[in-house]
């Protein structure tokens, strides 16, 4: 077998994969830490309950904002964050969803550093929403 220094070649693409693995948990931990320092973390009914009186943001991308997205909501990519920052009022406070809370999360810290200060997330995250949807797919 093919040895690089004292390592043989599944060495390595072992010590690669563990790399990867701890990269990958390293940034859901790191979400999870940002969504519960710069957020409430609410549940659906919680979520429900407040959203008629929030502006209720969507961080996904376009396409999945098309497909289907909770009834009400404005879609304000987290990649295009920027771009919409300055349509948010501070007075109001801002609910926040995504599938799995990682750009939420991000999008809540930077919020919080230009001056916001009620900000929530969807706990669960879009893929557990059991309330009123709207979107192309929905039926």
């Known amino acids: 077998?093919?040895?690089?220094?004292?390592?043989?070649?599944?060495?390595?693409?072992?010590?690669?994969?563990?790399?990867?693995?701890?990269?990958?948990?390293?940034?859901?931990?790191?979400?999870?830490?940002?969504?519960?320092?710069?957020?409430?973390?609410?549940?659906?009914?919680?979520?429900?309950?407040?959203?008629?009186k929030a502006q209720v943001i969507d961080v996904r991308e376009p396409?999945?904002?098309?497909?289907?997205?909770?009834?009400?909501?404005?879609?304000?990519p987290y990649s295009q964050f920027k771009i919409y920052q300055n349509s948010l009022r501070k007075d109001m406070p801002i609910y926040l969803y995504d599938d799995a809370k990682t750009m939420a999360a991000r999008t809540a810290a930077k919020l919080h550093k230009k001056g916001y200060s009620e900000i929530y997330i969807l706990k669960a995250g879009f893929d557990k929403w059991d309330g009123k949807l709207k979107g192309t797919k929905v039926k």
């Open 63 to 76: 396409e999945q904002f098309k497909k289907k997205h909770i009834l009400g909501a404005r879609n304000m």
């Open 1 to 52: 077998m093919f040895v690089l220094g004292k390592l043989s070649v599944m060495g390595w693409i072992n010590i690669v994969l563990v790399l990867v693995l701890v990269w990958l948990f390293w940034g859901q931990f790191y979400s999870y830490i940002l969504g519960r320092r710069y957020a409430t973390q609410l549940k659906n009914d919680e979520f429900k309950e407040g959203m008629h």
